[in-house]
């Protein structure tokens, strides 16, 4: 199967695919940008709850 440029597929994309598909984008990167701050700070995910009180 040929490959096709992103930029060919983005264009046959409705603006509003195009907008989900830039939000799914920006909160990945969050999630990863997340990730890496809290290997940095070697805390974990329940560490963050218990001291943000949540249950």
Do not use: N, W, Y
Not at 12 to 26: F, G, L, V, Y
Not at 30 to 51: I, P, T
Request: no cysteine; charged share 35%; proline share 4%.
């Amino acid at each position: 199967m040929k490959t096709k440029p992103f930029s060919e597929l983005r264009k046959r994309m409705t603006p509003e695919q195009r907008a989900h598909s830039e939000t799914r984008a920006k909160l990945i990167l969050l999630h990863l940008a997340l990730l890496e701050l809290q290997q940095s700070l070697r805390v974990v995910q329940d560490d963050l709850e218990k001291d943000l009180g949540a249950e």
